[in-house]
């Protein structure tokens, strides 16, 4: 297993694709703006997952196996989807006010049952504007988090299962950002007054069909395989990654990562249209085709890490970590070495 993560000195790939983008297509820019729909989507699914667990709650814990098969096949694609919803409200892609967007936000966190929407969007914007960077990306594991869960396939699988509580320890390290103001507490009094609901309407049964469904939605199940599509590489000349398939549909699109990270200020249901206005820029790029698969390999593939990820860095007198080849593409920011792949 590697002891660090991939190093590089170079500028993160995005803005200078996203330069050359709309300077080849600049009706590209007609596709950035808001879609006020989204928040209807995140009011059907808090309905449908309320819906679903007072039915559970009805029935009871006698039917736990009907939960745990209700949860794997729907509730988790739901939860899912407002995970998708939280980000794109994260980036005011839904309503031109932040306080709609952050209220948006709220409400596609209750079935989540924890209130991690507003901390999501303080730290996830870091990650845009310094991608790779130690100091400032929460989507890096921590050193301490990488060396225990190792290249071990039981210890990445409970890293996959209990994901959202790993998270939770990155923030601390980030520079400049505060975790808890108005918004966090108007997200921690929300979820704590639909946890209490829940229990008293839906009963027990109820929420642990919710408890259910959250964890499936990040973990050990084909769209927990999101987290490692997006930056997960085991080729350090490409640090991106987009995934092009079937659960996109239910997922709202989350697999067009390069298109996103490329133009954050693109909603959801444009993405797919960003590849195809550009399809030179896309084609090339290596990509995933199955989530399925994805989980596989990185639980088995002992060459998969938490290190394997890049570290964006400037230059070190540090000869421990060796930093990969010179990369000269001054558009991608990695030097691709092969055309249309799939993994």
């Given at each position: 297993m590697q002891a660090f993560f991939h190093q590089s000195e170079l500028d993160q790939p995005h803005p200078a694709r996203a330069r050359a983008i709309i300077k080849a297509h600049p009706e590209v820019r007609q596709l950035m703006v808001r879609n006020p729909y989204t928040a209807l989507i995140a009011l059907s699914l808090l309905i449908m997952q309320t819906a679903i667990a007072f039915g559970m709650g009805t029935l009871g814990f006698g039917y736990w196996w009907l939960s745990l098969l209700i949860a794997y096949c729907i509730g988790a694609f739901a939860n899912h989807a407002n995970y998708v919803i939280i980000h794109d409200a994260t980036h005011n892609l839904i309503f031109r006010?932040?306080?709609?967007?952050?209220?948006?936000?709220?409400?596609?966190?209750?079935?989540?049952?924890?209130?991690?929407?507003?901390?999501?969007?303080?730290?996830?914007?870091?990650?845009?504007?310094?991608?790779?960077?130690?100091?400032?990306?929460?989507?890096?594991?921590?050193?301490?988090?990488?060396?225990?869960v190792g290249n071990k396939w039981y210890r990445k699988a409970l890293w996959l299962m209990f994901f959202p509580f790993f998270q939770l320890t990155r923030p601390p390290r980030i520079k400049a950002i505060t975790m808890c103001d108005r918004w966090f507490l108007v997200n921690l009094a929300c979820a704590a007054a639909y946890d209490v609901a829940v229990v008293y309407f839906c009963g027990w049964a109820g929420l642990f069909?919710?408890?259910?469904?959250?964890?499936?939605?990040?973990?050990?199940?084909?769209?927990?395989?999101?987290?490692?599509?997006?930056?997960?590489?085991?080729?350090?000349?490409?640090?991106?990654?987009?995934?092009?398939?079937?659960?996109?549909?239910?997922?709202?699109?989350?697999?067009?990562?390069?298109?996103?990270?490329?133009?954050?200020?693109?909603?959801?249901?444009?993405?797919?249209?960003?590849?195809?206005?550009a399809p030179e820029f896309y084609d090339t790029l290596k990509y995933h085709s199955s989530w399925s698969r994805l989980l596989f390999q990185f639980i088995f593939d002992k060459r998969y890490s938490l290190y394997s990820r890049i570290e964006r860095t400037k230059q070190r007198n540090d000869s421990s970590r060796a930093l990969p080849r010179t990369i000269k593409d001054p558009i991608n920011g990695v030097a691709l070495t092969a055309t249309a792949n799939r993994f």
């Open positions: 006010s932040k306080s709609w967007n952050k209220m948006v936000a709220i409400i596609a966190d209750l079935p989540n049952l924890t209130p991690g929407a507003m901390g999501f969007r303080v730290y996830h914007l870091k990650h845009h504007s310094h991608q790779g960077d130690f100091e400032w990306d929460a989507d890096l594991a921590n050193h301490w988090e990488a060396h225990l069909y919710l408890v259910l469904s959250f964890f499936f939605s990040i973990g050990l199940h084909p769209v927990g395989a999101r987290w490692i599509q997006e930056h997960y590489t085991n080729d350090p000349e490409q640090e991106t990654y987009s995934y092009y398939g079937p659960i996109n549909l239910l997922c709202l699109n989350m697999g067009y990562h390069n298109e996103h990270h490329d133009l954050p200020s693109i909603p959801w249901n444009n993405l797919p249209k960003v590849r195809s206005l």
